[in-house]
């Protein structure tokens, strides 16, 4: 590495261009060159990006998202926390995958979609609407139906 800085939001860290699609990457994150990341795409953070995964547009992986695989994220999509989009997963849009979230197969996340979720406690009831009343939701394998308490 050299002396080379880029602010991903929060100042100045050291980072590099990737070889393959010439986007930025903080020296404390990881971009396999089989991976691609686009010119104005950024791993920053300790995130992974690895295999022939895509990054492309403007899109941000940060925190301890890992991006493996055939995933792609695209257009303005954000992956953070410790979220991890594996297979052939798309995400795109001004979509946003946080928290321990696993999105994997050939599952697609866009538009302005907001997808958290830790698939190992029961989910909050703040996030629990009347509209989501007896709706079934599958999160990493497990079903959940979803019941409004009054």
């Not at 022939?52 to 995933?71: H, I, R």
């Not at 979220?83 to 946003?96: F, T, Y």
């Not at 995958?97 to 996340?109: E, K, L, Y």
């Not at 997808?115 to 909050?124: I, K, L, S, T």
Request: aromatic share 10%; charged share 15%.
């Amino acid at each position: 590495m050299d002396d080379t800085y880029f602010d991903f939001g929060d100042g100045l860290v050291p980072a590099h261009t990737h070889n393959n699609g010439g986007g930025w990457v903080a020296d404390t994150a990881f971009a396999l060159d089989s991976a691609y990341v686009g010119s104005n795409a950024q791993v920053y953070g300790t995130a992974w990006v690895t295999g022939n995964a895509q990054l492309s547009c403007y899109a941000k992986v940060y925190g301890q998202a890992c991006v493996m695989e055939n995933a792609g994220i695209y257009d303005n999509a954000k992956v953070f926390g410790k979220a991890m989009i594996s297979g052939h997963a798309r995400v795109h849009g001004d979509a946003e995958v946080f928290g321990t979230t696993h999105i994997s197969g050939v599952a697609r996340c866009a538009w302005d979609a907001r997808v958290a979720w830790n698939a190992d406690r029961p989910m909050p009831e703040h996030m629990v609407t009347p509209t989501l009343d007896g709706k079934l939701v599958v999160i990493d394998g497990v079903e959940y139906t979803l019941t409004v308490k009054t």
